[in-house]
């Protein structure tokens, strides 16, 4: 546990910092105060072991998930269903040190606490207003599907979508960050996830890229066999979810499938997902990760040879260009889309569902006044791109307000009136120029 590596480090570093002084002095040089480098140095280790210890896309430092198998299941819901009871995440041990000591610290977990409570809470109301609508209108109730391309951390997100909105508030009020995790007083969430392509890789008899070679057609049939068997599995009271192969979108029978729920486009950058689809940790790094937590290339992409060379030039414009495209139908089916490769979300994926959270409020009519959905942050995300590719992020702000007043909800919309954007924001003529190349490869691709 972290924990235990906490002590095991400290231990560690209080003996091989008095050694290294004993070294020091014995050569005659002055003696240096190594305990505070040590302690820092510790902590790192601390801070990485934590991380690879913890539940994948979750904010707490140690966490412990059932396995499917002890999972309590509901009635009428076979094995295949996979219904996960996640067990709540269990409450920092404060007497490892890890409390806030200081005011300031105290403060600040206390307005993280509130936000993390505050996320919860909000998809537990927008779970229960979804599930109204739906009623409303004679169907079951929502199934949401992550579209998008491989390495998007759509997965990561829509299980932190999931938790939040299967959330279960405590009847003595108690916050999820206060709680006792131990002794199951407040039991998990209950949710179903499901992953086209894991589920194709557990089905097939042979590896799923050695099928698509052999028979694409196979494959395909395959893939929308597994998306049909998530949408007939009976309705149940809490939210179900589907991860959805990259390529998959692609074939009609499926979209048809996947409109009849919710559908979240995960949009991410064509480099940075080829970067981190190819991406292979070095032998002997001392960091075993795990072939579950990799994020690995599409199918296509695999059968093409391109796995673990970020450097093929060659493989990378080819990559791009398919991926780019495959975006361009994700996003026009998609019913919200969400920017998971900018700062925030990145780190924490609970901040992606929050952001999803108030989108879908927007879209379904049930936001409040002043709240903000994705729509803006995703136009501030690639605005900020768009600025920075041509060395004007100091514009941003007035570039977003220019963008609020004039309706402009993406980059195609500010391209295309560049001549009035750049006088608002107050470009100098070469920085105009500079814009103005960005903006006629946008045009271009667009």
């Not at 007497?95 to 998809?123: I, V």
């Not at 190819?278 to 796995?307: E, H, I």
């Not at 780019?324 to 979300?345: H, I, P």
């Not at 500010?414 to 500079?434: C, M, T, V, Y």
Request: aromatic share 10%; glycine share 8%; proline share 4%.
């Amino acid at each position: 546990s972290s924990c235990l590596a906490f002590q095991i480090v400290t231990f560690s570093n209080s003996r091989l910092v008095r050694f290294l002084t004993m070294v020091e002095a014995t050569r005659g040089m002055p003696r240096s105060n190594m305990a505070p480098r040590w302690r820092l140095a510790g902590a790192s280790l601390l801070v990485a072991t934590s991380y690879f210890a913890s539940q994948r896309g979750y904010v707490f430092t140690r966490g412990l998930r059932l396995p499917s198998a002890a999972a309590p299941r509901h009635p009428g819901l076979s094995q295949e269903a996979q219904i996960r009871n996640v067990v709540a995440m269990r409450a920092i041990d404060y007497s490892s040190g890890m409390a806030p000591q200081t005011e300031e610290e105290k403060s600040e977990s206390r307005k993280y606490a509130k936000r993390f409570e505050d996320l919860l809470t909000g998809g537990k109301d927008l779970w229960a207003k979804l599930v109204r609508k739906w009623e409303a209108e004679g169907k079951a109730s929502p199934r949401f599907y992550f579209v998008g391309q491989n390495g998007n951390m759509g997965e990561e997100v829509l299980e932190s979508l999931l938790s939040a909105l299967s959330y279960v508030q405590a009847a003595d009020g108690t916050w999820f960050w206060d709680r006792d995790h131990e002794h199951g007083k407040y039991g998990g969430f209950e949710w179903t996830l499901w992953n086209s392509d894991r589920k194709l890789s557990s089905s097939s008899k042979i590896a799923p890229t050695d099928l698509y070679m052999e028979n694409e057609e196979e494959y395909r049939e395959k893939e929308t066999e597994i998306i049909k068997q998530f949408a007939a599995l009976p309705d149940a009271s809490h939210p179900m979810g589907m991860v959805i192969g990259e390529s998959a979108i692609l074939r009609k029978e499926n979209q048809d499938i996947i409109k009849t729920g919710i559908v979240v486009f995960c949009d991410t950058d064509a480099e940075y997902v080829w970067a981190k689809t190819q991406y292979r940790p070095k032998s002997g790094g001392g960091l075993y990760t795990t072939p579950d937590m990799m994020d690995r290339p599409p199918v296509w992409a695999l059968a093409n040879g391109w796995d673990g060379d970020p450097d093929d030039t060659e493989a990378k414009m080819e990559y791009m260009k398919i991926v780019t495209q495959t975006a361009k139908s994700c996003e026009e089916f998609a019913d919200v889309r969400l920017r998971t490769d900018v700062s925030g979300v990145v780190e924490n994926s609970h901040w992606g569902a929050e952001r999803l959270i108030k989108s879908l409020n927007d879209l379904y009519g049930f936001t409040g006044v002043g709240e903000v959905g994705a729509d803006e942050e995703n136009l501030r995300a690639d605005l900020e791109k768009f600025l920075e590719s041509a060395r004007l992020s100091k514009y941003l702000e007035p570039a977003m307000k220019w963008a609020e007043e004039q309706g402009a909800a993406s980059i195609e919309d500010i391209a295309e009136n560049l001549e009035d954007f750049s006088e608002a924001i107050g470009l100098k003529p070469l920085e105009k120029k500079r814009l103005e190349k960005i903006a006629a490869t946008v045009v271009v691709a667009s």
